[in-house]
């Protein structure tokens, strides 16, 4: 692998230490907002946390630990989405799950 490449991966992209961070915050602490239900890793641009994150910042970026953001989801809440993935999962499984 060419070393610049290996740089900007550093730089984009989060280690296995990082990307456990929002999952152990998530279990750790206990001083959230009610309203919380999704940590970010990625620096944002904004402190409000009451917009969705920059799509291109939802993915990769500079890691900033966590912080608490609304997620993207449809204007349904992501209902038929988890219809869908829990059913396909249940096809994949070849069980059903009640």
Known sequence: KPKWLVAIFKLLYLTIQQ?????VAAAMKDDFDDDV???QPYWLPTKERTNPPYPPMEMLGPFCGYRATQPR????G????ATSLWK??????ECKFD
Not at 73 to 76: E, F, G, N, S
């Open 73 to 76: 989801l449809p204007k349904d």
């Open 88 to 93: 396909a999962s249940e096809d994949l499984a």
């Open 37 to 39: 239900f999704y940590l």
């Open 78 to 81: 992501g209902r038929q989405a």
């Open 19 to 23: 990307g456990c961070y929002t999952s």
